[in-house]
């Protein structure tokens, strides 16, 4: 007998009972579509996350601060150096700490982060509230229109679509190239003004936190009118610094971490601020995939339930079939071939249906609360990830159909034609 014959035969026994096959296939249908949702979120996730990281650039610079001390049971002890930076008393850098960052093999150069922002930017009309921070040597952004703030050049700041419009800009190209003025407060909280050349228009990130990029000539202007009439000591006052590492392979990232930690500081790369978001997912995504894996456990007591009531109904053909010459190995296959048939309906039906359900989500997403977030598809559906999926079902519906399938392999033929 053809191996086309025993899976023809397969798939009339299956059907033999539409009622029982449903049901056992709509359980494994159920288990693929919770399996293959939690895997595409997953992907999509990853995948924007991995953009992210890609598209930030600078895989060898580093951002530094003052490392947070463990408290204890008691009130921190108190830090003259310390700045209160939203609500929280935050330890700074000094140029001397900069310095010293410097000095750590394997880095090439550290300057110091320059906190200031302005107030508000406007054109010839209402005042907008903005967070801006300066964009360093060899970070890169996702531009829209126009381009990146230069390094050198005159001020420059690159604004997002939401402030084009908010601006009373028609389309992103229009903004390029305008002027628009920067409100900064002074130490005695009277505005001054600075006019910056808009550079170019940016999509949001998850990186970018909500902030515009100005280069670094803007970033000394605004830093300028922030600590006019201070004092040296506060202006020698830094709540983070930026290092470049000479290399980046993860021993030498690794080492001048530890570096870092034995003077007190701790570095923290792109990767690292996207491996916190990476990890909460994941464990999302995990927990979701347990989930799933249960229902696929449940869904193989369905399969053997079902092949072996339908070993029992077909006991008598099965002694026919072994008096007529077919081997105990053939009925084995024939009924572990059913109870893989069950398997892949169940699991390219839940397949198929999870990637409707992840395009009409992926649309209605991009629409609303990820619209701000271009380029991000919540779902993604990777051949290779699908392919698995179903060879796991089918491996765990083959392996819950090898005990009814033994017993029937293994029944004697003069017997079961004796089957009432």
Same mark, same amino acid.
């Given at each position: 007998?053809?191996?086309?014959?025993?899976?023809?035969?397969?798939?009339?026994?299956?059907?033999?009972?539409?009622?029982?096959?449903?049901?056992?296939?709509?359980?494994? @249908?159920?288990?693929?579509?919770?399996?293959?949702?939690?895997?595409?979120?997953?992907?999509?996730?990853?995948?924007?996350?991995?953009?992210?990281?890609?598209?930030?650039?600078?895989?060898?610079?580093?951002? *530094?601060?003052?490392?947070?001390?463990?408290?204890?049971?008691?009130?921190?002890?108190?830090?003259?150096?310390?700045?209160?930076?939203?609500?929280?008393?935050?330890?700074?850098?000094?140029?001397?700490?900069?310095?010293?960052?410097?000095?750590?093999?394997?880095?090439?150069?550290?300057?110091?982060?320059?906190?200031?922002?302005?107030?508000?930017?406007?054109?010839?009309?209402?005042?907008?509230?903005?967070?801006?921070?300066?964009?360093?040597?060899?970070?890169?952004?996702?531009?829209?229109?126009?381009?990146?703030?230069?390094?050198?050049?005159?001020?420059?700041?690159?604004?997002?679509?939401?402030?084009?419009?908010?601006?009373? @800009?028609?389309?992103?190209?229009?903004? *390029?190239?305008?002027?628009?003025?920067?409100? *900064?407060?002074?130490?005695?909280?009277?505005?001054?003004?600075?006019?910056?050349?808009?550079?170019?228009?940016?999509?949001?990130?998850?990186?970018?936190?909500?902030?515009?990029?100005?280069?670094?000539?803007?970033?000394?202007?605004?830093?300028?009118?922030?600590?006019?009439?201070?004092?040296?000591?506060?202006?020698?006052?830094?709540?983070?610094?930026?290092?470049?590492?000479?290399?980046?392979?993860?021993?030498?990232?690794?080492?001048?971490?530890?570096?870092?930690?034995?003077?007190? @500081?701790?570095?923290?790369?792109?990767?690292?601020?996207?491996?916190?978001?990476?990890?909460?997912?994941?464990?999302?995504?995990?927990?979701?995939?347990? @989930?799933?894996?249960?229902?696929?456990?449940?869904?193989?007591?369905?399969?053997?339930?079902?092949?072996?009531?339908?070993?029992?109904?077909?006991?008598?053909?099965?002694?026919?079939?072994?008096?007529?010459?077919?081997?105990?190995?053939?009925?084995?296959?024939?009924?572990?071939?059913?109870?893989?048939?069950?398997?892949?309906?169940?699991?390219?039906?839940?397949?198929?249906?999870?990637?409707?359900?992840?395009?009409?989500?992926?649309?209605?997403?991009?629409?609303?609360?990820?619209?701000?977030?271009?380029?991000?598809?919540?779902?993604?559906?990777?051949?290779?990830?699908?392919?698995?999926?179903?060879?796991?079902?089918?491996?765990?519906?083959?392996?819950?159909?090898?005990?009814?399938?033994?017993?029937?392999?293994?029944?004697?033929?003069?017997?079961?034609?004796?089957?009432?």
């Amino acid at each position: 007998m053809r191996f086309a014959d025993i899976l023809g035969m397969a798939s009339g026994g299956m059907w033999r009972n539409k009622t029982r096959s449903i049901l056992t296939i709509v359980a494994i @249908f159920v288990a693929a579509f919770t399996i293959t949702l939690t895997t595409a979120i997953g992907a999509g996730v990853s995948t924007y996350l991995d953009k992210q990281t890609d598209g930030f650039g600078a895989p060898n610079l580093m951002q *530094v601060s003052v490392a947070a001390e463990d408290d204890g049971d008691g009130p921190a002890v108190y830090d003259p150096k310390a700045q209160t930076n939203f609500g929280q008393t935050v330890s700074t850098l000094t140029n001397a700490d900069i310095d010293a960052i410097a000095a750590i093999k394997n880095v090439d150069s550290a300057v110091p982060f320059e906190g200031s922002s302005p107030s508000y930017i406007q054109t010839n009309g209402d005042k907008f509230v903005l967070s801006s921070q300066q964009l360093v040597r060899g970070q890169t952004v996702d531009v829209v229109a126009g381009s990146a703030p230069k390094e050198g050049a005159q001020p420059e700041i690159i604004i997002s679509p939401q402030y084009a419009i908010a601006l009373g @800009f028609d389309t992103n190209k229009d903004a *390029v190239g305008a002027t628009v003025t920067l409100g *900064v407060s002074d130490p005695l909280q009277q505005v001054q003004t600075v006019e910056a050349k808009i550079s170019g228009v940016m999509n949001e990130s998850l990186l970018g936190g909500g902030r515009l990029w100005v280069n670094d000539t803007l970033q000394d202007k605004v830093t300028a009118i922030a600590q006019q009439g201070l004092p040296a000591e506060a202006t020698d006052s830094y709540f983070a610094a930026v290092l470049y590492a000479a290399n980046t392979d993860p021993e030498t990232m690794t080492q001048i971490k530890a570096d870092l930690s034995d003077l007190g @500081f701790q570095g923290m790369t792109v990767e690292d601020q996207i491996g916190i978001a990476k990890q909460i997912f994941d464990a999302i995504t995990t927990v979701l995939t347990v @989930f799933g894996v249960i229902a696929l456990l449940a869904a193989s007591l369905g399969v053997i339930n079902t092949l072996y009531m339908s070993v029992q109904d077909r006991t008598k053909e099965i002694g026919l079939m072994k008096a007529g010459g077919l081997s105990s190995g053939r009925v084995f296959s024939l009924f572990s071939i059913e109870a893989m048939l069950l398997g892949l309906w169940g699991s390219v039906l839940g397949i198929l249906a999870a990637w409707g359900v992840g395009q009409a989500v992926n649309q209605v997403a991009a629409e609303s609360f990820l619209k701000d977030l271009p380029g991000f598809d919540l779902m993604l559906f990777p051949l290779a990830s699908l392919a698995v999926i179903v060879g796991i079902i089918l491996v765990i519906t083959f392996l819950a159909g090898t005990l009814p399938a033994r017993r029937a392999a293994r029944l004697n033929p003069i017997d079961a034609l004796r089957y009432e």
